[in-house]
């Protein structure tokens, strides 16, 4: 996939610009807080309708304006694609080719990205909520289906939570069974799909990791959750751990079972990478696991995604970023920085210098 061009029109401190885009490297520079990284998550918001800094879309919108707009035009197998999101306050349009898309869940898969940045070593260090939510973006890219499961579970888990705060406890055990086997049911669609998605993930974030430290340690992936092996087995047993915790689940006040509480297992020479690992063990894992996505997109996809490295290399050594460079030389890759002359070591790339909020021509 390739982004031909990106214009943003009061977009977070953009008035009105317009990014060419080469097929190979493309290097944002300014200093900071000059808007490189707004760009990069406009692209990211056009992948997949959500951005990965904030909750509320309303916040993409310039200050003093009253919306937004994106637009890109992507080339991809399938021809010359144009993909737009108009942002107001408390509401957006997505198009695709000029159509109108209703459900964000349909602009999936149309332009397919892998973004890191020096936030994503939250995937090693922090809880198990960045790492589902890692599966859940990865996944949705390339599978609709799991995207529309995902969110269909969702919005059933949080009606099962606010029953299980009502005081009735009489109709709230006679009512539990049948938010139980709705639940389930998705429940099943998700955690089949993730483990499919960690059977091919993981020999290639090995790989990877092996790759960026010259072999001299190995991380391994596992599915931290033991579920049978196919789809309507696993509805029933999560059916039946659903209804055992019913006490529990109201004591608490939330449903405890079930993948919204799954976990990857991470390890790095044998230990558990949350406990263990250094910082710059951590950093190489979690990009050993973006570069496995790349992969993944390749595979599932029929074409390399987009890879967008924010503010990555001042992160790593030497060593890593050559080695960052050499697998992303096939790939349309857009990366932002201070010094292009300290990322780039004599590679030929597009160069765009950003200040404030304005391409410097």
């Known amino acids: 996939m390739i982004i031909k061009n990106l214009t943003l029109h009061n977009f977070r401190n953009y008035v009105d610009e317009t990014f060419c885009f080469s097929d190979g490297l493309n290097v944002l520079m300014g200093k900071n ?11 990211y918001y056009l992948c997949t309708g959500s951005s990965l800094r904030i909750r509320h879309d309303r916040q993409l919108i310039r200050m003093g304006e009253s919306c937004a707009s994106v637009r890109a035009e992507v080339l991809s197998r399938y021809g010359t694609l144009t993909l737009e999101a ?8 997505l198009r695709l080719n000029g159509a109108r898309i209703a459900r964000a869940v349909d602009l999936l898969g149309n332009l ?18 960045e790492r589902r939510r890692f599966l859940n973006l990865s996944i ?11 969110l269909r579970y969702n919005r059933i888990l949080d009606q099962r939570n606010k029953l299980l705060k009502e005081r009735d406890v009489g ?4 009512t539990l069974p049948v938010w139980d086997e709705q639940l389930a049911r998705y429940a099943a669609v998700i955690i089949r799909r993730r483990r499919e998605y960690l059977t091919r993930l993981s020999p290639l974030a090995e790989e990877a990791y092996l790759f960026l430290s010259d072999g001299q340690e190995g991380m391994k992936l596992g599915f931290d959750a033991d579920y049978p092996e196919e789809e309507a087995e696993i509805a029933r047993v999560l059916s ?16 405890t079972v079930g993948p919204h509480r799954d976990d990857i297992r991470i390890a790095i020479g044998g230990a558990d990478a949350r406990g263990y690992a250094s910082q710059g063990q951590m950093r190489t894992a979690a990009l050993a696991l973006k570069l496995a996505e790349v992969e993944i997109f390749k595979q599932l996809a029929g074409e390399p995604p987009v890879l967008i490295l924010d503010d990555v290399m ?24 201070t010094h292009a002359e300290r990322v780039l070591y004599g590679k030929d790339a597009n160069k765009i210098t950003i200040r404030g909020g304005k391409i410097v021509r």
């Open 112 to 129: 397919n990205s892998v973004f890191f940045s020096p936030g994503e070593l939250r995937l090693i260090q922090d809880g198990p909520d």
């Open 86 to 93: 108009d942002i107001f306050e408390n509401r957006r349009e």
């Open 171 to 174: 109709m709230v055990l006679e």
């Open 240 to 255: 039946e751990q659903l209804a055992q915790a019913h006490e529990r689940d109201l004591r608490f006040g939330f449903t």
């Open 314 to 337: 001042s992160e790593l050594d030497l060593t890593r970023r050559k080695k960052l460079l050499q697998r992303a030389n096939s790939l349309q890759c857009i990366i932002t920085c």
């Open 140 to 150: 949705s890219q390339t599978s609709r289906d799991y995207a529309r499961a995902l």
């Open 33 to 43: 807080g000059q808007g490189k990284t707004n760009c990069a998550e406009a692209v």
